[in-house]
């Protein structure tokens, strides 16, 4: 037993870049709700699962590449089994999904923030998992970004004028102040 402890503690210590993919469970009439009246409930909700597994994809395509990134879908809407039926099929090594806390947007990337550096991770990207034109490469940059000296924040601005990709360094956390997300 102690020998498997050594193990899990080895390989938890080794993750020190994590990606959390933030998505929605695929809820029809709850899911990309503002795509409801072209594709329909059922329509928008498949849509967002479709997104989702693509993303899922692109961030297995990265891991292979970059095994000590480990993968977490912070989701919202449906429950664990619910999530678990879905994911199970899906999920590869190093990776893993729980519910996001906080009301806003905001507090829910604050939140993801807080918990993966308290737990000792270095860099964290979180990307939204409706982002058809992510790849491999951009999301090696924005950690290419984060790695160097100087990168201690990365965004990825959206044509909307949002933000598909934020990624932070461990040592920012304390000076970015209190409500800074």
């Known amino acids: 037993m102690a020998g498997l402890l050594q193990y899990f ?11 959390v993919i933030f998505s929605r469970y695929p809820v029809p009439g709850k899911a990309k709700t503002r795509l409801i009246p072209l594709l329909g409930d059922a329509g928008a909700a498949l849509a967002q699962r479709f997104m989702t597994e693509h993303i899922l994809d692109v961030v297995h395509r990265f891991q292979c590449q970059r095994q000590s990134v480990r993968v977490e879908i912070q989701y919202y809407g449906g ?25 806003t947007l905001g ?8 918990y993966h550096f308290a737990q000792g991770e270095e860099r ?25 000296e100087a990168g201690q924040m990365v965004l990825g601005k959206a044509l909307d004028g949002g933000y598909y990709l934020v990624g932070l360094q461990r040592k920012t956390r ?3 102040g209190r409500d800074a997300l």
């Open 79 to 103: 429950t664990d089994s619910q999530m678990r039926y879905w994911m199970d099929r899906r999920v590869e090594k190093n990776m893993s999904w729980k519910p996001q806390r906080g009301d």
């Open 174 to 176: 304390g000076r970015l």
């Open 107 to 114: 507090d829910k990337i604050k939140n993801a923030f807080e």
């Open 124 to 148: 964290v990207l979180i990307v939204g998992s409706d982002i058809p034109g992510i790849s491999v490469e951009i999301l090696e940059e924005a950690l290419d970004m984060l790695r160097s």
């Open 9 to 19: 503690w080895a390989e938890a210590r080794q993750h020190k870049e994590t990606i």
